[in-house]
Structures are given as structure tokens and as C-alpha cells.
């Protein structure tokens, strides 16, 4: 079963709706013994970083380390992926769960924020999770912090300069668009994720 983790924020009724289409068997959760048992693990988030600080309060982010720790695949998505990191600058108090080094930033005063709207992907086709997706593919975004290019970028955009779109390391995964609204390749990149 795949968990779509409820933390008081996020798309997740859209995310479920993409799952079922194809075919899995997924919930919504807020119970930290169902994320637990999960064999999947997916957290969405729509709005601001301070909202995850509830994972913390809730014991599912104990449940999603612990889950982590024994390789069960996560997939964040948009505020989801920003929480795989340290922190973010839009809610310095509130610390991510560090599965992956820095800081998300706000986007330069040179660019409209937030970024919304469709944009393309530069994808790196060794990646397992945009594997069948090629370059210049558009998805669609809604945010107004970016995550950083690290080692772990699989996907990256343009928007007042380059951020990363997707990360990939072993069995952790984030997107900072939303499959879920980014029709025949954001159901390729979920499909990928439920393969694995």
C-alpha cells in the first residue's frame, strides 16, 4: 500500500486520484503505524514550509525516518521534496528532515514570484524515476522557494536562473512540480515511482 501522507497541507486528493488511475493501491493517512507499514511513501505539499513542522509534532515524521531507514521508497512532492532538505529560507525555524544537504531559497527579485505555470525539464536520463521522460518535457509548477542543484539533481529548470526539479538518490525521490497536474508525463513519472 502506498501512504499519501496527511499533514494538514497538501494536494492530496489530485495525488490519489493519479494513483488510482493507475491501478495502485494507495490511502491518505495521518496515522504514523500506517505510514509505518506502507511499501511506499508519498508526501505531497502545497503552501508554506512551516507546515511541515506538523510531521514532527504528529510522529509521522518519526515514522517516514524510520521507514526511510529501511529503504521504502518516498517520493516528495513540490513543499514535499523542499522538506527532503535541511531547511528553507521561508521558514528558517523549521527544519527539514536532512535526507539531503542545503537550503531552498526564495527566487531572485528579477523573476515574478511565484513561479507558476508550465515550464520545461532538462532531465538526466539515467534517472529511474524520469526514466521514458525525455528533455524539454513540460510539467507544471506553483512555488515561490527553490531547491538547489546538488549532486542529486536529476531534473532541472529555468526561472531566474537554474534550480532543481527533481532529485534521486537510492530510494528517495522529490519533484518540486506536480505530477499530479502534469498530465501524460506526470503519470509516466508516478507510474515510474510505483514501479520501482
Same mark, same amino acid.
Given at each position: !500500500?502506498?501512504?499519501i501522507?496527511?499533514?494538514?497541507?497538501?494536494?492530496?486528493?489530485?495525488?490519489k486520484k493519479?494513483?488510482d488511475?493507475l491501478?495502485q493501491?494507495c490511502?491518505i493517512?495521518?496515522d504514523?503505524? +500506517?505510514v509505518a507499514?506502507?511499501?511506499?511513501?508519498?508526501l505531497p505539499?502545497?503552501?508554506?514550509?512551516a507546515?511541515?513542522?506538523? $510531521?514532527a509534532?504528529?510522529?509521522? +515524521?518519526?515514522?517516514i525516518?524510520d521507514?526511510i531507514?529501511?529503504?521504502?521508497?518516498?517520493?516528495?512532492?513540490?513543499v514535499g521534496m +523542499?522538506w !527532503?532538505?535541511e531547511?528553507?529560507q521561508e521558514?528558517?525555524?523549521?527544519?527539514?528532515i536532512?535526507v539531503?544537504?542545503g537550503?531552498?531559497?526564495?527566487?531572485?527579485?528579477s =523573476?515574478?514570484?511565484?513561479?507558476?505555470?508550465?515550464n520545461q525539464l532538462?532531465?538526466?536520463?539515467?534517472?529511474?524515476?524520469?526514466?521514458? =521522460?525525455?528533455?524539454s518535457?513540460f510539467?507544471?509548477?506553483t512555488h515561490s522557494?527553490?531547491?538547489p542543484l546538488?549532486?542529486?539533481?536529476?531534473?532541472?529548470?529555468?526561472?531566474?536562473g537554474r534550480?532543481?526539479?527533481? =532529485?534521486?538518490?537510492?530510494?528517495?525521490?522529490?519533484?518540486q512540480?506536480?505530477p499530479e497536474k502534469?498530465?501524460?508525463?506526470? $503519470?509516466k $513519472?508516478?507510474?515510474?515511482?510505483?514501479? $520501482?
Open positions: !500500500m502506498i501512504a501522507v496527511d499533514y494538514g497541507a497538501g494536494n492530496l486528493v489530485s495525488v493519479a494513483l488511475w491501478g493501491d490511502a493517512t495521518s504514523p503505524e +500506517q507499514r506502507a511499501t511506499k511513501i508519498v505539499g502545497v503552501g508554506h514550509f507546515s511541515t513542522a506538523a $510531521l509534532r504528529t510522529g509521522l +515524521q518519526d515514522a525516518a521507514a531507514g529501511r529503504g521504502i521508497p518516498f517520493l516528495g512532492i513540490c +523542499q !527532503m532538505f531547511r528553507s521558514s528558517p525555524e523549521t527544519c527539514g536532512g539531503l544537504d537550503e531552498c531559497e526564495r527566487f531572485p527579485a =523573476v515574478k514570484s511565484p513561479h507558476v505555470g508550465w532538462e532531465v538526466d536520463a539515467s534517472s529511474r524515476l524520469l526514466r521514458g =521522460v525525455p528533455s518535457s510539467v507544471y509548477f522557494f527553490r531547491a546538488t549532486e542529486t539533481t536529476v531534473a532541472c529548470c529555468e526561472y531566474g534550480f532543481s526539479a527533481a =532529485v534521486e538518490c537510492d530510494h528517495l525521490f522529490g519533484v512540480f506536480h502534469s498530465g501524460e508525463i506526470g $503519470l $513519472l508516478l507510474g515510474n515511482f510505483c514501479a $520501482l
